[in-house]
């Protein structure tokens, strides 16, 4: 049989043991030790960014139409032009005509066929056109013309023309005499300047191009591109005015001159 007291004697030894193991196992703080604090880390605040809305700018680019054609064209004005080549093909109402001598009644001047006619039916009959838009103190002239008449007839270029003063003349004959003469309103009468002849002249019923060169008192003339003559006149100092052409009948008719062109340009 067994004894319950020493049951208890036991149990009461078992405790006394354990307690003593756990005391030993034991570790005594270190009272320099900074104690370890659990800190608890605030939840941060919601920060709510705002994403800028860009402004859009359209931009619209024209892609050039690779058909389509450029063509420059001429400004729209109403004004007449001061150099030019005048063709006869269209209005002449900017030119005007005047007879220095001869029965008016025995010619017909008019255009056809893009050229300007002069029929000089008379004798001495010398019949001048002008143009009356501009003046030139410094001017070219070329004048393109076929004689389809006699071979007895003058053609003229016109420079530096005034009513009060005269003007400055290139006279070329058919037959390849020419002259450069001024005519003088004060005096009323033409004065030779210089005069020759000229191998240039293509004689008979045919087309030859005159060239006059008028800068001031300054004159030249050229037939068929080929230098004559050259004057400067110190006399009557003729040194701007109107410009334009001539043609002269003399004893023998009919003189019928076609003018091709005229133009007008900086020497």
Do not use: H
């Amino acid at each position: 049989m067994k004894n319950p007291y020493l049951k208890v004697a036991l149990l009461f030894l078992s405790v006394f043991i354990l307690v003593g193991l756990a005391c030993s196992f034991s570790t005594t703080p270190d009272p320099t030790a900074t104690p370890f604090v659990i800190t608890a880390t605030p939840e941060p605040e919601e920060v709510v960014i705002v994403q800028p809305t860009p402004t859009t700018t359209q931009v619209i680019v024209q892609q050039p139409n690779p058909t389509a054609t450029t063509e420059y064209q001429e400004p729209v004005t109403d004004d007449p032009p001061a150099y030019f080549v005048e063709d006869f093909d269209g209005d002449i109402s900017s030119w005007s005509y005047f007879l220095m001598n001869g029965n008016e009644s025995l010619m017909d001047l008019y255009t056809d066929n893009s050229r300007l006619i002069f029929d000089l039916q008379g004798t001495y009959q010398w019949v001048y056109f002008l143009y009356d838009e501009y003046t030139y103190d410094s001017v070219q002239l070329d004048l393109y013309a076929e004689n389809r008449g006699k071979n007895t007839n003058n053609v003229s270029l016109v420079c530096n023309y005034t009513d009060r003063d005269g003007w400055y003349e290139f006279n070329i004959s058919n037959g390849g005499l020419y002259d450069i003469l001024v005519y003088s309103e004060i005096d009323g009468d033409y004065y030779t300047l210089q005069s020759g002849g000229s191998t240039n002249v293509n004689m008979g019923r045919a087309d030859n191009l005159y060239t006059a060169i008028c800068d001031g008192n300054y004159l030249a003339l050229y037939i068929n591109g080929v230098f004559e003559k050259e004057v400067i006149d110190n006399r009557y100092n003729l040194r701007a005015g109107q410009v334009g052409f001539s043609v002269s009948s003399f004893d023998v008719t009919p003189i019928l001159v076609e003018v091709d062109f005229f133009s007008i340009g900086l020497p």
